[in-house]
């Protein structure tokens, strides 16, 4: 009776996983989002996004970020720091190690040593770059810089926690740090033509140099930027089409390859989706998918599907990757989503019985003038990526549908075996 009880609750818990399991999906954490919900965080939360932290907190798993309220922030702000050296001062608040509530009363030996963002970045000199965690008596956790020697804030309660994946806590003061508020030197200025002449992307670089695309570039490279550059191959056959373009065409084409955000190779691993471009404005969207298959990622249109090849800089804010095709945006090709028409019936020939048969001659039905705005990359010359991405969605429904089968088999097994 007891084996019987046993295989009937394997098998409906078999049958469960059959229609969660395809369904269920892992979604990483966004310490942005989670800071929005809590207003009185918003200027740490403002400075997180503009040091480009945030991303990097976001690609981490088992973190802890010490978050310090508006009115904490105050005294920090009053140093005016660059960016840079405001980058090093919060990465110091942000634990390579999950301390939730109850883990931070329950320290072992009532003290613990945590590494954080800024002693991994490499900068931070001999152990200026970790946190001295101390339960303090009357139930208070103290935090303090390892390079200041002493406790600087105070553990005041917790905002969200991920166990063991992200935890999100509010600390009284800022940590201060010599060393992590000391001047950081700019990264050079690049020139970003250049660089992309000198790495076989010369006639992308050309067409940015002749369009006012070149100044909406220069505009963002503080703020964040991620090209995707076509090589010269790819830019080279796309020019005849590039050249029929209206000017304001051949602009929102080359800020079509920008997105307006830093976005690292392991980023875009794991940002897969919908992404804006320098291009998109209101109603015009300008948008693309990036997808990735193991360590390849691609860039994908409704018109063509590009791959991305090398990285010719990855210096933040500015990261520029290679290309293998041209990106075509459905907003200027739009002839070339409209499926062609049907040719028109021929009519059919005289006999010799026909009166007019003398008359008459057989003609065919003239083909459809070009459109001069009309690419000749058609659906027939780049559906590369649309018939193969078809065909990879009716392999994914087919190991699901082989999988649910094979798991509702085990199921039956399970109950007849009870039997």
Not at 151 to 156: G, L, M, Q, Y
Not at 241 to 246: M, R, V
Not at 286 to 308: A, R
Request: hydrophobic residues 40%; proline residues 6%; contains cysteine.
């Amino acid at each position: 009776m007891q084996l019987r009880s046993t295989a009937a609750v394997a098998a409906v818990l078999v049958s469960v996983l059959v229609v969660l399991l395809p369904e269920a999906t892992v979604e990483g954490h966004n310490i942005t989002t989670i800071l929005a919900k809590f207003p009185e965080f918003s200027t740490f939360n403002h400075y997180l996004t503009i040091t480009h932290l945030a991303d990097d907190i976001n690609n981490r798993q088992t973190i802890t970020v010490c978050a310090v309220n508006n009115a904490g922030m105050s005294d920090l702000l009053s140093k005016h720091l660059s960016v840079y050296a405001m980058k090093n001062v919060l990465s110091l608040h942000v634990l390579l190690d999950y301390f939730g509530a109850k883990k931070l009363h329950q320290i072992t030996n009532g003290t613990a040593l945590a590494a954080t963002m800024f002693q991994a970045t490499g900068t931070a000199s001999g152990s200026s770059g970790f946190v001295n965690i101390t339960d303090l008596k009357g139930g208070k956790v103290g935090f303090g810089s390892e390079d200041g020697g002493r406790t600087d804030a105070t553990f005041v309660k917790s905002l969200q926690e991920v166990p063991y994946n992200i935890s999100v806590i509010q600390i009284s003061s800022m940590l201060p740090s010599s060393e992590a508020e000391a001047p950081t030197p700019e990264p050079a200025a690049v020139n970003i033509t250049s660089l992309m002449s000198a790495h076989g992307c010369k006639f992308f670089a050309e067409a940015l140099l002749a369009s006012a695309a070149m100044k909406t570039y220069e505009d963002n490279i503080d703020g964040g930027l991620t090209v995707f550059c076509p090589l010269d191959d790819a830019f080279k056959g796309f020019a005849p089409k590039y050249k029929n373009l209206t000017v304001g065409g051949k602009q929102s084409l080359l800020e079509f390859h920008g997105v307006p955000v830093y976005q690292s190779m392991s980023m875009l691993k794991s940002s897969n989706g919908l992404m804006n471009t320098l291009a998109t404005d209101g109603a015009n969207k300008y948008d693309f998918t990036v997808q990735n298959d193991g360590q390849e990622v691609t860039i994908k249109t409704s018109l063509v599907t590009s791959k991305i090849v090398g990285t010719l800089i990855d210096q933040q804010p500015l990261v520029i990757f290679t290309i293998n095709k041209v990106l075509l945006p459905k907003e200027l090709f739009k002839a070339a989503l409209s499926p062609a028409p049907a040719p028109a019936p021929e009519a059919d020939a005289p006999t010799a019985d026909s009166p007019n048969s003398s008359k008459k001659k057989k003609h065919k039905s003239p083909p459809a003038p070009a459109s001069s705005d009309s690419p000749s990359d058609s659906p027939a010359d780049s559906p590369d990526g649309d018939v193969a991405d078809q065909q990879s969605d009716s392999n994914n429904a087919a190991e699901i549908k082989g999988f649910r089968f094979a798991v509702v088999a085990l199921s039956f097994w399970f109950a007849s075996f009870a039997m």
